[in-house]
Structures are given as C-alpha cells and as structure tokens.
C-alpha cells in the first residue's frame, strides 16, 4: 500500500564513498565498454535552440583543495524557459535538449564541464519570473546527502535583482557565491566552495 509522499520518512544516509564517480561515469574516466555513453553526457545536439554556453568549475574543500572524485549533476529549462519533463504544463519543451547533466571532476585538474545553452527564464509559484538559473547537485565522498545549489549567470545583474529565490537570500555578501562568471566564447566559471571563506550558498531541498 502507497502513502501520500509527504507522510514518508526519511532513510537514513549513507555516505557517496569514494567510488561514486566511478559507477556513475565510467567512460569519463575511460572505463569504457560498460554503457555507449554515460548518462547526463550529452545535453545538447546540432538542432537545440538556444544560446549555446559553456559551464566549468572546481568543486573545492574547506582546506582549498580541488575534489577530485566529486560528481557533479545539473537540471535546468531550455532556452525558451520550458523543462524537458512530464510534468512541465507551460508548454512543449525542445526535444533536442535534454535538460540533465552530469559531469565527473577531472582527475588531474578538479574541473567539471558542461555543455549547454542558457535557460529561460521560468515562474516562481506565485507567478514572478525568476532568473535564468541552473540547479547543481553535488556528491563526493564524505558528503552524507548530495548537496543542492543554485548558478545564476552575472550577466543577468536585472533579472537577478528581481529573482525571488535570491532575494531571499539573507547574508547579502553571500549572493555572489551564486553567480557564474563569464570568460568570454559562451564560457562561464562556476566553483563551488564546500567551506571556509566564499563558501557557496546551499539550499535545504
């Protein structure tokens, strides 16, 4: 027998363990032959619409050093602002962007990668449009539950005023541990700080 969700508990956590990466993008890491491709690999092809952007960064320790082994995984709308999902009611998505990524840290450098387009902007509940944004999830050993956060671009500094999410966002000095900057060619940095000083603003999800 089902219950409704919201009267499930919750089980206890395990920690990701240091191979977390390693089942879950083997041919990053040049494992190949177990899958044709891994999943969260291609977010887009030649007929996605869109801005076509760059998304790259470290994952970085309390101690500032890069996480090596941490895997990283992105959700986020399409260029018109619509998901890829069953349940987005708005509208009809582009069936050439996928919507999902995933990335393992590169092991040399720490450096996770995506290649994307940059999203719409999408409603809040009540209705206020909030900045374009992607929702970043991170696991690495040591890392009880994956964490959740937000990367917003910093070249959206007027759709970001009027975000409702960051407006929430009570240590204002914080907000800029959100935001990805441009390098130039569609490329943006985004690090995420595990701890310590700049440490990224993380969203209890």
Not at 145 to 165: C, I, K, Q, S, W
Not at 182 to 205: A, S
Request: overall charge negative.
């Amino acid at each position: 027998m089902t219950r409704r969700p919201d009267t499930l508990k919750e089980t206890p956590s395990q920690t990701a363990g240091p191979y977390v990466h390693i089942g879950c993008t083997p041919n990053f890491l040049g494992n190949t032959g177990i899958y044709p491709e891994d999943l969260g690999a291609r977010m887009v092809n030649d007929r996605t619409r869109g801005e076509r952007i760059t998304i790259t960064g470290t994952v970085w320790d309390g101690t500032g050093t890069a996480l090596r082994d941490a895997l990283v995984e992105i959700w986020q709308a399409d260029a018109d602002g619509l998901y890829p999902s069953p349940e987005e009611t708005r509208g009809a998505a582009d069936p050439d962007f996928a919507g999902f990524g995933r990335s393992g840290c590169d092991w040399e450098t720490g450096a996770f990668t995506f290649a994307t387009v940059k999203p719409g902007r999408v409603p809040y509940p009540d209705g206020r449009l909030q900045a374009p944004h992607v929702t970043v999830w991170i696991a690495a050993r040591g890392i009880n539950t994956g964490l959740h956060t937000r990367m917003y671009f910093a070249d959206e500094a007027d759709a970001n005023a009027e975000d409702p999410v960051l407006a929430r966002i009570e240590h204002r000095n914080r907000v800029p541990s959100l935001l990805a900057q441009p390098e130039g060619n569609g490329v943006y940095r985004f690090d995420i700080r595990l701890q310590g000083d700049h440490e990224t603003v993380f969203f209890d999800m």
